[in-house]
C-alpha cells in the first residue's frame, strides 16, 4: 500500500484496472482502491476513472433504495438517497428537562431554512458554514434572552458575575470577562452550586485553548505542506484526475444506502435524556457523530444504524443533526418508536457493561443495542436495568478476558464499541477488535 | 541476611564506576535480591550519588516496586529533595501567569524582611504589576497576602489603598477581611478593624456573591461580630446551599461565643440534605480548640454528643491535635494514652472505665426496618438489582420460612481471607450454629448452590439464592430485619453502599444496628470449628466520664477493616484526692507494664503497684511513662499483640435474646 500520493499508474495498467473487481480500501481519510486481478492498490485520489467506477458499483445494485415511510423520497433529479426532512414540530419536548441552552435555542431552528439561506449568502461570502450561522442565530437568542430576563433573574446574573469577577480574581484557569458570551452566562445560571460553575467554566477555558491550538496547529500544517498554499499542486492536464471529497462522500453514501437496504442494523437507543448531564448530553452528540461516520467509513457492507426513541426536536438529535453541518444526508433510519416495536424481541441484545452474560461470539442474525448514554453523571446500571425489564438478552464484551487493563476506569466511548462492532462484522477476532478500539493508554504495557 | 556479601559486591561495582542505571534498568537487582527484604544497603545507598539515588527511589526500574521500597526505606531521606506533596482534592487549575507573578510578588516580600513597605514602595509594586497583570494589581497582591495570612503587610497595603483618592476594590477589600479576621485570634483591635471594613464594604455594595460570602464568613466567624455572618447566608443558600466549610466555620463561631442555637443549627445541617456527617470530622479539631478556648463545656458535649451519634472515628492526626489542645489549655492536668476498649468487659484498658453498650430502641428498629425495602433493595429503580418478581419472592420467602436467628452472607463466607473458595467453610459455620439450636438462613447469589449440596437437607436451615450477586446483601439484610430485632447476620462486608442509599435521618440508625448483630470477625480452629473471634458491642464514644474524656481512634486500615477499638483515653489528673484520680495514675503504671488485659486482674495489680509504688523506681517511671505529668503518649498494648486465643463459651446459649451469643 506503499504508494505516494502523486505516483501514477501505467496505462496498460489502466486498462486491467478497468475491467478489474475494485476493492475500495479506507484508511483514515484516504480513500484507496485495490484491485484484485493486478493485486495493485492505488490511492483514490489519483484515479482518472471515477466517474467509471461509481457508474459501475451503480450497475451492481440496479435496485434503487424503495420509499419508505421514514427513511427515502425516491428524488431522482438529486442524489437518490436523501434522508426525509419532517417538518420541524414545535411540539414540546418529551422530556420537561431542557439539557442546554444550545439545545433549547435550536428546539425551533428551521434548518432547511437556514441552509437555503446559507446557500444564498454563499454568493456572496463563500465561506460561510451552516454551522457558523447556526452559532449566530443561537447567540442573538441568547442576547434576547437576557434582555428579557425579568427581576429576579437579574439580580441573579448580577450575583453570578459578580463571581465569576471573583473566582477569576483568584486566578483559576477560567475565562475572562471579555471571553464569557451571554450564551455562557445563561448555562452558568441553571447550575446550582458555586463549585459546579467553576468547574463550568474551568471546563469552558480549556476547551477555548484547546481551540485555539488546534487551530494554530492546522496553520502550522498548511505552511509545511503546501508553502505556496492551498492545493495548487494539482494541475490540470495531468493523466490522472483527483477524486475529491465530495465523490468519496457519495461513494461511501452509497455504501450506507446499500447497508441501509440489506445491511445488518443496530440499534441506537437514545432514550437516556433523563439520565445525563448537559455536558454528557454533548459528549454523546459527538460520540454519535464520530459513530456514524465510522459506521460509513466501514469498506465491507456497513451497519444500518437505526436510531429508536428518537423524535425529530430529541436535544441528542438536533445537536448530532448541527454537527453534522453540511452533509444533507443522514443515512439511518430514525424512528419514534422504540425497538421493541421494531424489532422480533428474541433476536434484541443489550450491550451493557453492567451484563453478567459475557459476549463470546458475535451472531449476525442478532440485532445489538447500543445505548446513547455517557454515565459519567450517575454511576448506575440503567441500560442493565432497562434490559432486564423490557425482557431482552443483555450482554457485555469479554474485554476482561483478553485484555490487561491498566489502573482506572474500563469504560469505554460509542465510538469505540462502533469499531469493535465493525470488526467483529467483518470476521475479525475478539483481540484484535480490542486491540484497534481500546485506547493503549488503558492497558498495560 | 547476607548483608555483608551483598555490601561488598556493591561497593566494588561502585568502585568500578559502575553504571548503576544501567544496572537497575536489567532489573538485575530486582531478580537477584528478590524477598531479601530484610538486606541492609546503607552502605550501597551511601556511596550512590544524589542523581542516582533519585532514580532509584522512583522505583521505577523494579519490577515489582515494593520489595525494594521495603528495604529501601532503612536509609532515611533526609537531607535531599522535599518528599512530592500529594495534590489536593479540590486543587484546581490556576493560570500560569499568575503563579508567576505571586513567586515574584513573594520575592519582592521577602526580601523587604521585616522592614515595613512604604508608600514608595507600593507605587513600585503597582506600577511593576499594572503592566504585568489583566486583573486588578490591589487585588492580585490581597489574595497572596490573603494565601500566605500576612496580616501585617495586608494592613500596610489597605492603608495605602485607602491614601488614594478612590475608594478600594470591593473583592481586595473581602480578601482582607477574611485575612483580618482569620488572624485576629482574640484581638479586640483587630476585630473592630475587622467590623470598620465590613460596614465600609456594606455601604459600598448591597449584592455579594457566593464565593466572596465564603470569605467573609471565613473571616467574620473568627470574630465577636460572627452574628452578622447570618445575613449573608440567604444569598449563600440561594446560589450554593449550604456547604461543610461554612456550616464548620459557623460551628467554630457559636461554640467560641457560647451560642448554642447556632451550634445545634450548624449541627443539625450536617445531617440533612446532601451533607453528611463524615464531613465534620475534618473540621473536629477545630472546633474543640475554639470550644476549649471558650471554656464551652456544654458545647463540646454537644458536639461529642453529636459525633458519638453518628459513629464519627477521629483520624490520628485530629486526635493528636486534640491531646494536645487540652494539654495547652490546663497545662499539667491532662494525660493521654492510646488503648483499647476491651471487647468483652467494655472497659477500657488505660484506665478501666467501663463503657455503655449500644442501645437500638425498639422505635428505631421499626423505622429502619420500615423503610429498608423502599429505600436500598428498590431505590429509584428495582431492576438496578433486583426485579419486583424477585423481591415478591423474597418477601413471601421470609413471611413462610420466618423469622431466623442467623442469616448468613454464604459468598462471604466462603470466599473470606482467600482467593480460593472454600466449600466446607460454610458447611461448619452452618453446623455451628445449628448445633447452638438456631434457626439458619443461607443467602446468597446461583453459585453458591454449587457449594450447599451436602447440608441442604438439614433441619431449620433454609438456603435462598439470588439471580445475580448485585442483591444478595440487600437481601441479607432485609431477611434479618423482618426476623427480629436481635437476629444475627454472618458478614465480613462494611456495607457501606447500602449505608448511602438511606435517607440521611436513618443512617445513624443503621449503623447502631449493623454494630449490635453484625459477626465479622471469626476463624475456623485447627479442628475446623468455627469460633467467633471478637463481637464488639460497647460503645467507643466520645464519651465523658469522671475522669475524663475517651475518644475514639480510626483505625481501620486493610487488615482490620472493622478498626480495632482504639481510643485515646483523656484522663484529668488535676484532682489526685478524688475517686476519678484513682482510676488513672495507677492504671497508667500497669498499662506500660503490659501484663494483663483482663479488667479484674489489672484492677489487682494496679491496686497492689498504687499501695505500692516503691517498686517502680521514680526514675523509672519518668522514662517509662512519660505521659505522667509531662503529657506525652504512650502506647497500651495493641490488639495485636494480644494471642488470640479466646474461645468463647456458649453455654449460656438459651432463649432468644443477642445475649445468648455474647462472650
Redesign the interface.
Known amino acids: 500500500m506503499g504508494f505516494p500520493q502523486s505516483s501514477f499508474i501505467s496505462p496498460q495498467c489502466l486498462t486491467y484496472l478497468h475491467n478489474a473487481f475494485l476493492k475500495p480500501i479506507i484508511q483514515g481519510s484516504n480513500v484507496l482502491f485495490y484491485s484484485q486481478s493486478t493485486k495493485h492498490v492505488f490511492p483514490a485520489s489519483n484515479m482518472i476513472f471515477t466517474k467509471q467506477v461509481m457508474s459501475r458499483l451503480r450497475l451492481n445494485n440496479t435496485t434503487c433504495p424503495q420509499t419508505s415511510d421514514h427513511l427515502f423520497t425516491n428524488n431522482k433529479s438529486r442524489s437518490w438517497f436523501l434522508h426525509v426532512k419532517k417538518s420541524f414540530s414545535t411540539a414540546s419536548l418529551k422530556n420537561a428537562k431542557i439539557p442546554s441552552v444550545l439545545v433549547k435555542y435550536t428546539q425551533d431552528l428551521n434548518l432547511d431554512d437556514l441552509k437555503e439561506q446559507v446557500k444564498k449568502e454563499r454568493q456572496s461570502t463563500p465561506e460561510l458554514q451552516l454551522i457558523s450561522k447556526i452559532k449566530e442565530t443561537v447567540a442573538a437568542k441568547c442576547d434576547e434572552a437576557i434582555a428579557n430576563l425579568n427581576e429576579e433573574e437579574k439580580k441573579a446574573l448580577k450575583v453570578i458575575q459578580l463571581e465569576h469577577d471573583f473566582l477569576y480574581s483568584e486566578g483559576y484557569f477560567i475565562p475572562s470577562l471579555e471571553e464569557m458570551t451571554n450564551q455562557y452566562w445563561l448555562e452558568a445560571m441553571d447550575l446550582n452550586s458555586k463549585m459546579q460553575r467553576l468547574k463550568y467554566y474551568l471546563f469552558l477555558k480549556k476547551r477555548l485553548t484547546l481551540k485555539n491550538a488546534e487551530k494554530e496547529k492546522i496553520k502550522k500544517e498548511r505552511m509545511i505542506h503546501h508553502p505556496e498554499g492551498g492545493l495548487g499542486t494539482y494541475e490540470h492536464g495531468r493523466l490522472f484526475m483527483r477524486i475529491y471529497d465530495s465523490t468519496i462522500k457519495k461513494w461511501q453514501n452509497y455504501n450506507l444506502a446499500s447497508a441501509m437496504q440489506f445491511g445488518t442494523p443496530l440499534v441506537i437507543d437514545m432514550d437516556y435524556l433523563d439520565y445525563m448531564r448537559p455536558q454528557d448530553v454533548k459528549n454523546t452528540a459527538s460520540q454519535l457523530l464520530s459513530l456514524y461516520s465510522l459506521n460509513r467509513a466501514d469498506t465491507n457492507l456497513p451497519y444500518h444504524l437505526h436510531f429508536t426513541n428518537c423524535s425529530d426536536n430529541h436535544p441528542l438529535y438536533r445537536l448530532l443533526q448541527i454537527e453534522m453541518q453540511d452533509t444533507s444526508d443522514f443515512l439511518a433510519s430514525v424512528s419514534e418508536k422504540s425497538y421493541l416495536d421494531l424489532y422480533d424481541k428474541d433476536k434484541l441484545v443489550y450491550l451493557s457493561p453492567d451484563a453478567k452474560q459475557v459476549m463470546t461470539k458475535f451472531d449476525p442474525d442478532a440485532v445489538y443495542i447500543i445505548g446513547a448514554f455517557n454515565d459519567k453523571g450517575i454511576q448506575k446500571p440503567v441500560s442493565y436495568a432497562r434490559a432486564k425489564k423490557q425482557g431482552i438478552k443483555v450482554m457485555k464484551f469479554p474485554l476482561d478476558q483478553y485484555l490487561n487493563w491498566n489502573l482506572g476506569t474500563k469504560c469505554i466511548t460509542l465510538d469505540q464499541v462502533m469499531k469493535i462492532m465493525t470488526s467483529l462484522k467483518n470476521k475479525e477476532s475478539w483481540l484484535d477488535a480490542f486491540k484497534k478500539s481500546v485506547p493503549k493508554r488503558k492497558l498495560r504495557n | 541476611m547476607f548483608s555483608s556479601r551483598f555490601t561488598s559486591a556493591l561497593s566494588q561495582m561502585c568502585h568500578k564506576n559502575f553504571n548503576i542505571q544501567n544496572f537497575f534498568y536489567k532489573k538485575q537487582f530486582c531478580k537477584v535480591f528478590y524477598g531479601h527484604s530484610n538486606v541492609s544497603c546503607n552502605s550501597f545507598i551511601s556511596q550512590c550519588s544524589k542523581e542516582q539515588l533519585k532514580h532509584v527511589r522512583s522505583g521505577k526500574h523494579l519490577i515489582q516496586p515494593f520489595t525494594f521500597a521495603r528495604f529501601y526505606c532503612q536509609q532515611t531521606l533526609e537531607g535531599n529533595e522535599p518528599v512530592k506533596k500529594k495534590r489536593d482534592i479540590m486543587y ?4 500560569k501567569e ?2 508567576a507573578n ?1 513567586e515574584l510578588f513573594r520575592n519582592i516580600l521577602s526580601q523587604k524582611g521585616e522592614n515595613p513597605m512604604s508608600v514608595e514602595d507600593w507605587a513600585c509594586v503597582e506600577s511593576l504589576f499594572l503592566s504585568k497583570i ?3 494589581w490591589e ?2 497582591c490581597m ?1 497572596t497576602l490573603y494565601l500566605d495570612k500576612n496580616v501585617k503587610f495586608g494592613k500596610s497595603l489597605m492603608s495605602y489603598l485607602e491614601s488614594k483618592p478612590t475608594t478600594p476594590n470591593v ?1 481586595a477589600m ?1 480578601f482582607f477581611i477574611g485575612l483580618l479576621g482569620q488572624t485576629c485570634n482574640g484581638s479586640d483591635e483587630q476585630e473592630a478593624e475587622v467590623k470598620k471594613y465590613f460596614d465600609i464594604l456594606l455601604s459600598n455594595t448591597d ?6 460570602i ?1 470569605i467573609l464568613i471565613q473571616g467574620l466567624s473568627k470574630t465577636k461580630y460572627y452574628l452578622e455572618c447570618l445575613p449573608l447566608l440567604e ?1 449563600y443558600v440561594e ?3 449550604l ?1 461543610a466549610g461554612v456550616m464548620a466555620a459557623l460551628l467554630d463561631a457559636g461554640m467560641r461565643y457560647h451560642n448554642s442555637d447556632l451550634t445545634n443549627f450548624a449541627m443539625s445541617q450536617f445531617e440533612k440534605g446532601s451533607n453528611d456527617p463524615t464531613q465534620l470530622i475534618q473540621f473536629v479539631s477545630m472546633v474543640v480548640e475554639s470550644c476549649l478556648a471558650a471554656d464551652n463545656q456544654q458545647g463540646l458535649e454537644d458536639l461529642m454528643g453529636f459525633l458519638r451519634k453518628h459513629m464519627l472515628l477521629f483520624p490520628k492526626t485530629a486526635l493528636e491535635e486534640i491531646h494536645g489542645l487540652f494539654q495547652r489549655s490546663q497545662p499539667g492536668q491532662w494525660a493521654g494514652q492510646y488503648g483499647y476498649i476491651h471487647y468483652k468487659g467494655g472497659n477500657c484498658v488505660a484506665c478501666g472505665t467501663q463503657m455503655d453498650k449500644i442501645e437500638l430502641s425498639h422505635a428505631e428498629f421499626e423505622k429502619l426496618q420500615k423503610v429498608f425495602l423502599d429505600q436500598v433493595i428498590v431505590g ?2 428495582i ?2 438489582k433486583s ?1 419486583p418478581d424477585e423481591m415478591k419472592n423474597l418477601i413471601a420467602f421470609v413471611k413462610r420460612k420466618g423469622p431466623f436467628d442467623v442469616v448468613i452472607d454464604g459468598l462471604n463466607v466462603i470466599h473470606r481471607s482467600g482467593a480460593v473458595p472454600q466449600d466446607e467453610r460454610i458447611e461448619r459455620t452452618v453446623k455451628y450454629f445449628l448445633n447452638l439450636d438456631k434457626r439458619v438462613l443461607i443467602l446468597g447469589s446461583k453459585v453458591l448452590s454449587r457449594y450447599t449440596k451436602n447440608i441442604k437437607a438439614m433441619r431449620n436451615l433454609n438456603t435462598y439464592m439470588t439471580s ?1 450477586t ?1 442483591a444478595d446483601d440487600a437481601f441479607m439484610m432485609y431477611a434479618a430485619l423482618q426476623s427480629g430485632q436481635d437476629t444475627l447476620i454472618v458478614s465480613h462486608d462494611k456495607l457501606r453502599d447500602h449505608r448511602f442509599l438511606l435517607d440521611s435521618d436513618i443512617r445513624h440508625i443503621f449503623n447502631k444496628w449493623l454494630h449490635k448483630i453484625q459477626i465479622y470477625d471469626w476463624f475456623y480452629s485447627r479442628q475446623g470449628e468455627f469460633t467467633v473471634r471478637r463481637r464488639h458491642l460497647f460503645d467507643l464514644g466520645p464519651k465523658k466520664d469522671k475522669g475524663g474524656w475517651h475518644l475514639p481512634e480510626n483505625d481501620v486500615d486493610f487488615n482490620n477493616p472493622h478498626g480495632q477499638f482504639s481510643v485515646l483515653c483523656l484522663r484529668n489528673i488535676s484532682n489526685k484526692g478524688d475517686d476519678a484520680s484513682k482510676d488513672v495514675l495507677p492504671l497508667q503504671i500497669k498499662a506500660v507494664s503490659g501484663i494483663s488485659h483482663e479488667v479484674d486482674q489489672q484492677r489487682d495489680c494496679a491496686e497492689t503497684s498504687f499501695k505500692n509504688p516503691s517498686t517502680l523506681k521514680p526514675s523509672e517511671l519518668g522514662k517509662k511513662n512519660p505521659s505522667v505529668g509531662h503529657g506525652t503518649l504512650t502506647r497500651a498494648p495493641t490488639n495485636q499483640q494480644r494471642p488470640a486465643k479466646s474461645t468463647p463459651a456458649f453455654t449460656r446459649a438459651k432463649g432468644k435474646d443477642t445475649e445468648w451469643f455474647e462472650t
Open positions: 484546581k487549575p490556576m493560570r499568575r503563579l505571586q489583566k486583573e486588578k487585588i492580585f489574595h473583592i473581602t449584592t455579594f456573591d457566593a464565593a466572596s465564603e444569598t446560589f450554593n446551599g456547604g429509584s429503580n431492576f438496578y426485579t445475580s448485585k
